[in-house]
C-alpha cells in the first residue's frame, strides 16, 4: 500500500508520456525534511520521469511508496521503448547518459536540450539505488524451486529458464535484494530493533540480514535459520516484505526518535573544527571584515568552548535541534 497520496494530477499537471503519448500518473510522494516530492510515472511502458536530482530527495516513507506504484504498474502489458522517445516537458531529444554510484553503472534518459529531468526504467531505478543484483544460474535454479517461475524485475514479465534478457522489456533479470531494501528506506535505524537490523550491513554478502546466521551461499535467497526472504523476482513480493515498516517509518517522519536526534546533533558537533576552520579562512581573504575580528573570535571561541563546557554543549545542542526541526 503506498505511503502518500499516489492519484493522478490536475490537467495543468499531468505530463504526456514521452514514449507512448498517453498521460502519466502523477505521484505526491514523502520527501525529506516533510516536504512533498511529485514523480511522474507511466505505467505500460514502466517508465519513471524525474525532474532533476528529484529521486535523491525522496525519503524512506516515499521510496516504499514508489515501489508499491511500480509493483502495482507491472500488472499492465509492457510498452516497449521507442528509439525516437522524448522529453515528456519540451519534447526535445533525449541522450542516454551512464550513472555510478556506490551499488555500479546504471542508464538514464536525459532532455537533450533544455535538462529537463530523465527518464529511469523501473529496473535501472532499482539498479542506481543498489536494491537489485544481477541473477546466477543458482538463483534461476533456486527461483524455479522456490517459486516455479522467473519475473521481470522491470516489467513483471515472465522471464525463461535461460534467458539473458527479458523478451518484453530486454532488461536484464535481476533479483530484489528484499534486506538492502529495508535498509535503504531506514538508513538511520530509526526504527529499531526490526528483524532485518539485527546484523551488520558489511555482514551482508555472508550473513542472514534478518538474524545474523551464516548462508549457505553468498547469493542464497532464504534464509535456511530464520526462515526470512532475502531475495524475490517479483517487485510486488519485495513491497510486500518491507510493507509493515510503513507505519514505523511515517511515525520517524513525524517526530524522529531521541536516538536520532542525538545521533544527528553528534554528527553537527564534530563537523565544528571544519566550519571554523573554514570562517577562518574567509576572515583572512577578506579585508573588509578586520574590524569584525573580535566580534569573530568572541563567537568561534564560544563554540568551540562547547568541548569543554557542558552548559554550553547542551544549549548547542538544542540550538541545531531548534534549525532542523523549525526550518
Known sequence: MPVADTTTGTASRTLACGNCGDAMQSLRLAGHYDRAIEIDLCAPCHLLWFDRIESARLSGPGVLGLIGAMAEAQSLPHRTLRDDARCPRCRGGLKTVHNRSRWGRSLQLECLTQQHGAWQSFAQFLLEKGLVRPLSSADRAALLRRDGRIDCVNCGAP?????????HCRSVPSLVDVARLARAL??????????????????????????GSALETAHA??????????????????????????????????????????????????????????LERMRAGDPNRADDRSADHSVLDWIGGARTSPLRAVFLALAIWFVWWYW
Open 159 to 167: 522471464v525463461g529458464a535461460t534467458d539473458t534478457e527479458c523478451g
Open 186 to 211: 531506514d538508513p538511520e535505524g530509526a526504527i529499531e530493533p526490526q528483524a532485518v537490523h539485527a546484523a551488520a550491513a558489511e555482514r551482508s554478502a555472508l550473513a542472514c540480514m534478518a538474524c
Open 221 to 278: 535467497l532464504q534464509c535456511g535459520q530464520c526462515g526470512a526472504t532475502l531475495a524475490v523476482s517479483r517487485l510486488a513480493d519485495a513491497h510486500r516484505q518491507v510493507a509493515a515498516l510503513e507505519p514505523a517509518l511515517l511515525a520517524h517522519a513525524r517526530k524522529p526518535s531521541p536516538q536520532v536526534v542525538r545521533k544527528r546533533l553528534e554528527a553537527h558537533a564534530g563537523d565544528l573544527p571544519r566550519h571554523r576552520e573554514w
